[in-house]
């Protein structure tokens, strides 16, 4: 479920229309509705009643400060990647005891920073990866607490890209290598190993791969506590699916879920640990884009919009389907064919092929839906184009909670050489007189948005994307 509806033919995000959103801060833009963000967190939470897991939002599928911080205040924890990431959950106000540090190549000075804040847990990938994380504890005059990343070689039946718990996969250590590596780690300083750690994959859509895990995962708590190791909570990692595509199967609820948990983990008296990211905000957020042109081609026609590819790459990375709605009811016609491309120079620049929607037209909004996750942090500035602004909704009110990246900000990324500067330049030939210097357009000054409840949106710039 989520808060986009149509509203006298106009769609809406919670109470606030799409249209009055785009005059204010121009397009494309993400747009986060805050009433779905809190609902799918509150159904999580309270399908594992009883239970009391500790909830650790995966800071990776929506890393914006205002989307952190909707979950701290709800109670959430954080699941963590990087040192960045550390950082934007202690600033969303989430305590140390409630941040995993999870992730495959974690670095030396990653490892550090996390220990002198005190993080929750470390998750650990690999043989090498103890002996690092022992060794820089010690030398701080720290204990960490760990689970080792346990890979069972199971198949979650998803994309290949987002599947983790085969044997082919980077991530984990080796289901049969979990006994050796407990006991080595337990002989190690600074180290306190208390829990195990297994997650499959994302976008799961099976329960079977799930529960084989989990059984997988209890048999070996079993086996670790019987050697003498005080195994005592288990961390189940994330990946519950969303609905993407209208009309398709609609993934497992959360209630169903948790039963496979109970099931799977009834008397182990261990704590629990769960890593939604996906299921949080992927239909909390959706990418709103303005119609460039209709283009008619000699075998298709092109609806060319001014998102694309380095705003969602999902389609093009992932194959990935995203409802499209477009912002207005009002135009009538027959539904036709199209594709939905973006003005990359890119073939792979799509947001939807062989799609059927009602009749579009230049300057018309479209919504792509279902954009909340691994969108905008996966977005990119290939063909120089700005990061797009980013939205939250919250009743009649909105704000832009990230602004759009001026063309000033993104050139002024870059440094020339000392041998470019003017001071290092060979004296001018008199009777060739270079060009003058050209500057980048200024852009127009920013300006607050229409209407109460408005918050510091801003105005596109002149010449640039809407």
């Not at 799961?204 to 799930?210: F, H």
Request: hydrophobic content about 40%; glycine content about 10%.
């Amino acid at each position: 479920m989520h808060h986009f509806a149509y509203k006298g033919g106009e769609l809406y995000a919670e109470k606030v229309s799409l249209e009055r959103i785009a005059e204010a801060v121009g397009t494309p833009f993400y747009c986060y509705s805050t009433a779905t963000i809190e609902r799918h967190y509150k159904v999580l939470a309270q399908a594992f009643k009883g239970l009391d897991p500790l909830i650790c939002y995966a800071v990776k599928a929506n890393s914006n400060q205002a989307v952190l911080t909707t979950l701290a205040r709800l109670g959430a924890g954080m699941d963590v990647v990087s040192e960045g990431e550390i950082r934007r959950a202690l600033t969303a106000g989430v305590k140390p005891d409630k941040i995993i540090f999870a992730g495959v190549g974690k670095t030396r000075g990653e490892i550090a920073f996390a220990l002198r804040h005190g993080v929750c847990q470390f998750n650990v990938e690999s043989d090498q990866e103890i002996d690092f994380i022992s060794e820089i504890a010690t030398h701080l005059g720290a204990r960490a607490k760990v689970a080792l990343r346990i890979n069972p070689d199971v198949d979650a039946k998803t994309h290949k890209k987002i599947a983790t718990g085969k044997g082919e996969a980077k991530f984990g250590i080796p289901y049969k290598d979990a006994m050796r590596l407990y006991a080595k780690a337990d002989r190690l300083a600074g180290i306190d190993v208390n829990g195990v750690h297994m997650h499959i994959g994302s976008q799961l859509t099976d329960l079977a791969p799930v529960e084989k895990a989990f059984t997988l995962m209890r048999q070996l708590v079993v086996r670790l506590r019987a050697e003498g190791h005080d195994i005592g909570h288990v961390d189940l990692g994330g990946g519950l699916g969303v609905p993407y595509k209208a009309g398709s199967e609609i993934p497992p609820h959360p209630d169903d879920y948790a039963q496979i948990v109970r099931k799977c983990f009834a008397g182990l008296d261990v704590k629990l640990m769960l890593e939604p990211g996906r299921l949080i905000v992927a239909n909390a957020g959706i990418l709103v884009s303005r119609v460039i042109a209709v283009k008619k081609g000699s075998e298709r026609t092109f609806v060319v919009v001014d998102a694309a590819m380095n705003d969602l790459i999902r389609p093009t990375l992932y194959e990935a389907h995203h409802e499209i709605w477009p912002a207005s009811e009002k135009r009538k016609g027959n539904n036709v064919l199209v594709d939905v491309v973006g003005p990359i120079c890119e073939t792979g620049d799509y947001l939807a092929l062989g799609r059927k929607l009602p009749p579009l037209a230049a300057e018309d909004l479209i919504a792509v839906m279902s954009a909340g996750a691994y969108g905008a942090v996966q977005a990119g500035t290939y063909n120089s184009r700005p990061l797009v602004p980013e939205v939250l909704v919250r009743g009649d009110q909105f704000a832009v909670v990230r602004q759009r990246q001026t063309y000033d900000e993104l050139i002024g990324l870059d440094r020339l050489a000392p041998w470019q500067t003017a001071s290092q330049q060979p004296s001018p030939n008199p009777e060739r007189a270079p060009p003058p210097a050209v500057k980048p357009p200024a852009r127009k000054p920013e300006a607050a948005s229409a209407g109460a409840g408005a918050g510091a949106a801003t105005k596109r710039p002149s010449g640039g994307r809407r």
